[in-house]
């Protein structure tokens, strides 16, 4: 698997890297993440392994979106949905930037959760997508009863904004601008590597 991006996060002494979903080779594993307790209630894809094929080969061809495994060490954990504001559901919901992004995530694999894990996995993804140059916000809308998300994001240096109503949940918005992000996370993000989504 070639990574598009990878750092080595020294908060957790581990290397980070987002490799892209390829159908055939993932499609059993994210149907198998799909299935945990813990993820059927805000991603709502605990369904038959062909309907999710045909689901994933939907989004496999939605060119707003790009789909990513989230790997530590080389092992893949985590699923990564890293979108285009423009063209998606929720730019009706703000007056958005052309070139703003959005993130939906998961942690796929049980005996990676609870481990401090979240925050770098996400602030890698954020620092990825900063690496295209006209971006200056990355956008979230965790479901609005997602605390340890919610948490999570604002920790990596997003700002709550307002409820949305999505087609599928009602989410919190949420904003992390450059600025802040890069202020906040220099001395962390100043090793990252890789191509820009």
């Not at 962390?188 to 989504?197: D, F, H, K, L, P």
Request: glycine fraction near 6%.
């Amino acid at each position: 698997m070639q990574p598009e991006f990878s750092l080595y996060d020294n908060t957790i002494g581990k290397t980070i890297s987002f490799v892209k979903v390829e159908l055939e080779r993932d499609a059993a594993m994210l149907h198998e993440w799909q299935q945990q307790p813990y993820v059927i209630p805000f991603w709502k894809l605990d369904i038959p392994f062909e309907a999710y094929v045909k689901h994933l080969e939907k989004f496999l061809a939605d060119t707003h979106q790009t789909l990513y495994l989230g790997l530590i060490d080389g092992v893949p954990m985590s699923y990564w949905e890293a979108y285009w504001v423009k063209g998606d559901v929720v730019e009706d919901t703000y007056d958005y930037h052309p070139h703003d992004q959005g993130i939906h995530l998961l942690i796929g694999e049980e005996a990676y959760l609870g481990k401090g894990y979240a925050l770098p996995m996400l602030r890698a993804m954020v620092a990825f997508q900063f690496l295209s140059k006209k971006t200056e916000k990355v956008i979230a809308e965790p479901d609005i009863t997602n605390d340890k998300m919610i948490h999570v994001f604002e920790t990596c240096g997003f700002e709550k904004v307002k409820p949305i109503q999505l087609p599928d949940k009602t989410g919190m918005l949420m904003f992390c601008h450059r600025e802040t992000f890069e202020r906040r996370w220099s001395d962390v993000i100043e090793s990252a590597a890789g191509e820009s989504v």
